[in-house]
Structure formats: C-alpha cells, structure tokens
C-alpha cells in the first residue's frame, strides 16, 4: 500500500449531496414563478445541466456561459416565459443556502483529518461551493479550496491541476485524488501522474483504469 500524504476530493457527489442539493434549489426556483416543480422539469434540467458542464470540461464553453445556458433551453423546452439570466440568480441563490452530505462524509474527513493533507478541486462556481462547504461544516478539514473559477481553467486540464500543484506541498506519488467522474477527477488525475479513486456509485462498466475504484465513500479507508 502506497504511503500517501495528499488527497484532493472533488465536492459534488464525492462529499457533497449535489443530487439533493440541484433538486431543493430546482424545487425552490420554479415555486417562486408559480411553476408547480415534478420529477420530469428535474430531469429536464439536469440534462441541460449536464451538457453544459460537459461542454466546459471539454473546454468548448466559458463558466460564465454555463448558467445562461442550461437555463435557456430549459425554458425553451419546457415552454417557461421566464429570463434565463434572472431564473439562474434565483436558483444560484437557493443553491448557496444548502448543504447536503453524502452518507459517511462526515467520518471519512474526521478519520482522515490530521493524517493526511486535504484538499478540495472542484468545477463548481466559486461562491455556491465555499458556501456549501460551510453550511455542511466541513471546511476547517482542508487546507484549500480550488475551484477551477478562481483558477481560470477547468478540471481536468492540464493547467487546473498544475495550477493547484503549484500550491500546495507536493510530491506526485504521495498524492491521491479521490472523486466520481471519470472525465474531470481521474481523466485529471491520470493526466497530470497521480494516484486516482473513482467513486463509482452506480457500478457502471467503463473502459478507464483508476489506481482504485470503490463503490461507497466509506471504502476510501480501505485504501488509506
């Protein structure tokens, strides 16, 4: 077993119950311009939603893009008479108040904390993920935040990670990120040389090869 020192974790869906999170604040959105919120405009805005992230780590979209557009065509789709721009500061709004917690987050920072040096890499908008991490509680376990925002490049490119590298105390093989994407945590990870966990919550088959791949937050102690 490797002797690791530093671990990054991404936030959403790795310590941060985004899922939960995006329904809330969705839910709250829609309430607010007497739209009456249901499973199908969920589903329709995380397609959005997911394109449009997808288009940002692909490096084919800028973040200020992303919250005008997943909104736009959730309108246009769902036939919604409201303004994007308008519509995404209210969601954006109700997003920052939440602070949900994967199961067993709570212990893994708690057990790993003192032991190791940790750290968070994230996509997520700046100000909605520092204060998600607040409301949450589990800010003090880190020693940064990195959010590709501030950075000005997303994950999983090159120029993210070696930007965060340039920051913190490093050695490539006494570090491991830890996250549950392939195409942002271990597509970054494998790129820049270091250690990778995928989160794999819903055993899905894939052709990528990370260093460890669990099924449950709580099994990253088994490898550390």
């Known amino acids: 077993m490797k002797k690791y020192k530093t671990i990054l974790f991404d936030s959403d869906q790795t310590l941060l119950d985004f899922t939960m999170s995006e329904r809330v604040a969705l839910f709250e959105t829609l309430s607010f311009y007497n ?24 490096g084919k979209m800028e973040k200020c893009d992303i919250v ?32 949900f917690l994967i199961d067993g987050a709570s212990d893994v920072l708690r057990t790993l904390f003192g032991k190791y040096t940790l750290y968070i890499v994230t996509n997520g908008i700046d100000h909605v993920q520092r204060s998600r991490l607040k409301n949450a509680g589990i800010t003090h376990f880190f020693s ?44 970054g990870g494998i790129g820049s040389g270091i250690d990778t966990c995928y989160i794999n919550w819903d055993h899905k088959t894939h052709a990528e090869d990370p260093t460890y791949e669990v099924f449950d937050l709580r099994e990253v102690l088994t490898i550390l």
């Open 35 to 58: 739209v009456s919120p249901d499973t199908g405009l969920l589903e329709t805005y995380r397609r959005c939603n997911r394109e449009a992230w997808r288009l940002f780590e692909q």
């Open 68 to 99: 005008l557009y997943r909104f736009r065509k959730f309108c246009e789709i769902c036939l919604l008479n409201i303004d994007p721009a308008e519509m995404n500061d209210r969601y954006l709004e109700q997003l920052c108040q939440t602070g």
């Open 144 to 187: 940064d935040v990195f959010t590709s925002e501030e950075i000005g490049a997303p994950k999983p490119s090159r120029t993210y990670f070696e930007s965060v590298f340039e920051r913190i105390p490093f050695q490539k093989e006494q570090a491991l990120i830890i996250g549950d994407s392939l195409s942002s945590d271990i597509a």
